[in-house]
């Protein structure tokens, strides 16, 4: 079975300084990476993901994240962090295309912002 | 284009009342899913519905059913609420041949 896990719970961080947040997936073949964003109150929206090819993706809002598959992560990184930026970020995995593509999520990381 | 649609925004029920969350998409997605998402535990799969006439059970399915009405709609019923199923629940759905889904505002349910 599909897990995912985000060791931080919570994280603060200046505006202005680098963030990364950390995601270690365990999927028995090649997995379909997620991160998503969710503000205070809202549903979520994707930020990146991640199928296939170059193990560097770039999403939206700034971030990007990088695949590892010989550390099984999947960490999400912003090289200046913005006010705006705080929130709860989930990291997901899925299974192969052709079934349901159910998602397994991490418990989150709630970013707090600093100024 | 609205998206995914969920109704009610916000429900308190008490111990042992019924009610049935609504989802309806209008990108002509195949796949439809419910999460609920609670403090420290991120979202879980309750149901999963892969195509129309088509739902499955995910981690979560005890005290809930699941009707899938059409292919835009998707609903969620709680027969008999507890104080456990207090919770935010998520609608989502996917295009076939994706693997991306796309989320609902979600329905805060308070049980009481």
């Known amino acids: 079975a599909q897990s995912v896990t985000q060791p931080d719970i919570h994280i603060t961080v200046s505006e202005g300084a680098s963030l990364e947040l950390r995601c270690n997936y365990s999927y028995g073949a090649t997995p379909y990476l997620f991160w998503y964003v969710q503000s205070p109150g809202q549903g979520l929206q994707l930020l990146l993901k991640?199928?296939?090819?170059?193990?560097l993706v770039q999403g939206i809002k700034g971030f990007e994240a990088e695949f590892k598959r010989s550390q099984s992560s999947f960490n999400l990184r912003k090289p200046s962090v913005h006010w705006s930026d705080a929130a709860e970020y989930f990291c997901a995995v899925g299974a192969n295309p052709g079934t349901a593509s159910k998602l397994t999520f991490g418990t989150g990381t709630r970013l707090q912002v600093t100024l | 284009n609205a998206g995914v649609t969920q109704t009610p925004k916000f429900q308190v029920l008490k111990t042992g009342q019924s009610m049935t969350l609504q989802c309806a998409q209008d990108m002509n997605h195949n796949s439809m899913y419910w999460y609920r998402q609670d403090p420290g535990m991120g979202l879980r799969l309750i149901y999963y519905s892969a195509s129309e006439g088509t739902t499955d059970k995910g981690e979560v399915p005890n005290g809930y059913n699941v009707s899938r009405l059409n292919k835009r709609e998707f609903s969620l019923r709680l027969e008999s609420a507890a104080p456990s199923q207090t919770s935010v629940y998520f609608c989502a759905s996917r295009r076939t041949g994706e693997e991306t889904q796309y989320f609902g505002p979600g329905t805060r349910l308070l049980v009481l």
């Open positions: 991640y199928f296939s090819g170059d193990t």
